[in-house]
């Protein structure tokens, strides 16, 4: 076989290919990660509640995150201590409660096992009491793992500056990633001297259900969990209260570019453009009177608490006190929603170990580049057809690979490098001349072959009839 100039071609467009492929896949690769993202959330995501994507680590490792809902999507009730006039007069001499009716509650509380309490109701007495009384409620109040006096914000024309017991509770600018331009705004910390004269309490800020920033029409959302006050993101009462029970600070709370609220390793809450989340449907507090948690001391024995009550104090991740009300009135609807925010968090995604989808080794992926180079090479020597359907067999050969070492394995490579190779041969197979091969090629060939072959005929070979009797000669001069 004689070497011609198109069979010299071959080695060229093998390394032409080969280097193009290369170049040009080098800069597509997001197509790539994009693409086995969608297959492996395909995968994988039937075995979890939610499944994100987190990209390409530094490792060359496609990072996914599965999430479950944190205990079946069951939280522990929270129970809500309702201050209606009836039960307060049963249990106080005052409605509503005096600063030491206050913390003779909080005692009981104490007493019940509960380990965080948040108080809503205004501390506005008058006259106002003394250094003695102020320091009984205080004690009590600062016996709780955490306590927070709850004051609502409000917006107002003109911007105060932030009170220096909220700025504990800002979030860290390097943590928020979100345009968090359409989130509630506050600028304005309602609150009476009474309340800010006990310079011991944590206040934490909160968004009352009469507040215009709350759409009463939305009961299945939760109240707004951040609040812009000016450039600064802060989380109101439901999200603090959960992030106690996480025994998490603000720093670690995280804010995704997709509106997603990440707090620490614990929980991951989708908010919505109003940094509100979707509410369960088993999400209702508890109400108690003050007479159910109250114990009444019987001289000389010990004091026993309702085992109802003790359990429930116990296992809830935050007890709410509300504000003093008249009988005639029903229970606080703002700490409602409150206590149901809080409790949606706490029953929210809880990130699982993450799920490492490591890149394939190079000789593994220069391997695949090869057979893929060869296998389109060799359909350049077939009519149209037959190379369509070899280089479109590659390409899903190419594919169904991935889909192989991703579900078995775990492992993907840069696909796009072989596919861009098929690409580059189909092209220069089909508009380059010189790989256009014809039968009129393949006679060539054949006669080329055939007359390398006939000068071995030897003179003897000669045609004789099939069933001929050779005829006998004689050796005799007569003949």
């Known amino acids: ?144 793992h955490s306590h927070l006096l709850a004051l609502p914000m409000s917006e107002s024309i003109r911007q105060e500056e932030l009170p220096p017991s909220l700025k504990q509770w800002c979030i860290p600018a390097e943590n928020i990633k979100a345009d968090f331009s359409l989130f509630p705004r506050a600028d304005k910390l309602v609150s009476s001297a009474s309340e800010l004269s006990f310079p011991e309490l944590n206040i934490a800020a909160s968004i009352v259900e009469n507040n215009p920033l709350f759409h009463p029409k939305h009961t299945f959302r939760t109240l707004p969990l951040l609040v812009r006050w000016g450039d600064k993101l802060l989380p109101t009462l439901p999200l603090i209260a959960a992030l106690n029970a996480l025994e998490l600070s603000p720093r670690a709370v995280h804010l995704t570019a997709d509106n997603k609220l990440i707090l620490g390793d614990k929980r991951v809450i989708p908010l919505d453009t109003l940094a509100r989340a979707e509410t369960p449907a088993n999400t209702a507090p508890t109400i108690l009177a003050t007479d159910d948690v109250i114990v009444n001391n019987i001289p000389g024995l010990p004091q026993q608490a309702n085992p109802i009550i003790r359990k429930l104090c116990q296992e809830s991740d935050a007890v709410f006190i509300s504000e003093p009300f008249t009988s005639a009135d029903s229970v606080d609807a703002g700490l409602i929603h409150q206590a149901m925010s809080t409790r949606t968090i706490m029953a929210g995604l809880s990130p699982l170990p993450p799920i490492e989808i490591s890149a394939a080794p190079f000789w593994a992926e220069i391997i695949i580049l090869i057979d893929v180079l060869l296998i389109g090479l060799w359909a350049l020597r077939f009519g149209t057809w037959g190379r369509l359907l070899t280089w479109g067999g590659s390409a899903v050969g190419v594919l169904v690979l991935a889909y192989f070492l991703l579900e078995t394995h775990q492992l993907w490579f840069q696909l796009q490098t072989p596919l861009f190779a098929i690409i580059f041969i189909a092209l220069f197979g089909t508009f380059l001349p010189w790989f256009k091969f014809s039968a009129s090629d393949n006679q060539d060939s054949s006669s080329d072959d055939d007359s390398t072959t006939s000068p071995r005929l030897a003179s003897e070979e000669i045609y004789q009839e099939p069933n001929e009797i050779p005829i006998p000669h004689s050796n005799s001069p007569h003949s």
């Open 1 to 144: 076989m004689k070497l011609t100039a198109k069979i010299l071609l071959y080695p060229a467009l093998f390394h032409l290919v080969l280097g193009l492929a290369l170049l040009v896949a080098g800069y597509l690769v997001s197509p790539t990660v994009a693409f086995y993202e969608c297959l492996a959330t395909s995968l994988f995501a039937p075995n979890y509640d939610a499944l994100h994507s987190e990209g390409i680590n530094e490792k060359s490792q496609l990072i996914l995150q599965p999430l479950k809902f944190a205990n079946d999507g069951q939280s522990a009730p929270l129970p809500i201590i309702s201050l209606h006039k009836s039960s307060t007069l049963a249990s106080f001499a005052h409605h509503p409660p005096s600063p030491m009716d206050y913390a003779v509650l909080l005692y009981q509380l104490h007493l019940h096992g509960a380990k965080h309490i948040y108080i809503s109701a205004p501390f506005s007495w008058s006259p106002e009491p003394d250094n003695i009384v102020k320091s009984a409620f205080t004690y009590e109040f600062s016996r709780f």
